[in-house]
T-cell receptor, first 115, second 114 residues
Framework: GESVGLHLPTLSVQEGDNSIINCAYS??????FIWYKQESGKGPQFIID?????DKRQGQRVTVLLNKTVKHLSLQIAATQPGDSAVYFC??????????????FGRGTQLTVWP | NAGVTQTPKFQVLKTGQSMTLQCAQD?????MYWYRQDPGMGLRLIYY???????DKGEVPNGYNVSRLNKREFSLRLESAAPSQTSVYFC?????????????FGNGTRLTVT
């Protein structure tokens, strides 16, 4: 199976709260990680990325944390809004011996924001 | 900018029929990809094209063929559709070919094979 996975398949939060979505990976050679947001009926939308030489990166209302020791990735969303309701995927750049490498996607976490 | 455009948005085929899914990007990206997404699963790579003139198999290539028509366009063909190919198909493009920059996705083609 895929090395990229998610600890929780669903997450429900109240509007205004902070959300944390987790992701585990198994290949210590992975050096690039991406978070995507997918709304119903749409394609995945890039949110934020991080390279393995960093352990934290911030965007607008989002922060990605990378813990290489335990091979764990998380996405934090500040002041979660109803528009943040979507499925969130993590993906890793993992060259498992192929000539090009491959982007592996986790199964996703459904985030639901309640008013 | 439109980004990545896929056509058609929906399609119903009977087993054995053929069809081509079209994809075009206007971001001058070098690499293009076809993924399929099945319920409860992540995206799985079917084929990719690292640059114009090259194509390679991904994780699940059986039953599909691709053509990188030019830098902008990358099509996916199902020669003889099977019910197992019922899925949502996403095309994506990327600035480089080494998975070191984010991929940009279209909004998908929802295919049902009966």
């Amino acid at each position: 199976g895929e090395s990229v996975g998610l600890h929780l398949p669903t997450l429900s939060v109240q509007e205004g709260d902070n959300s944390i979505i987790n992701c585990a990976y198994s290949n210590s050679a992975s050096d690039y990680f991406i978070w995507y947001k997918q709304e119903s009926g749409k394609g995945p939308q890039f949110i934020i990325d991080i390279r393995s030489n960093m352990d934290k990166r911030q965007g607008q209302r989002v922060t990605v944390l990378l813990n290489k020791t335990v091979k764990h990735l998380s996405l934090q969303i500040a002041a979660t809004q109803p528009g943040d309701s979507a499925v969130y995927f993590c993906a890793e750049n993992d060259d498992r011996g192929s000539t090009l490498g491959r982007l592996y996607f986790g199964r996703g976490t459904q985030l639901t924001v309640w008013p | 900018n439109a980004g990545v455009t896929q056509t058609p948005k929906f399609q119903v085929l009977k087993t054995g029929q053929s069809m081509t899914l079209q994809c075009a990007q206007d971001m001058n990206h070098n690499s293009m990809y076809w993924y399929r997404q099945d319920p409860g699963m992540g995206l799985r790579l079917i084929y990719y094209s690292a640059s114009e003139g090259t194509t390679d198999k991904g994780e699940v290539p059986n039953g599909y063929n691709v053509s990188r028509l030019n830098k902008r366009e990358f099509s996916l063909r199902l020669e003889s559709a099977a019910p197992s190919q019922t899925s949502v198909y996403f095309c994506a493009s990327g600035q480089d070919s080494g998975y070191n920059s984010p991929l940009h996705f279209g909004n998908g083609t929802r295919l049902t094979v009966t």
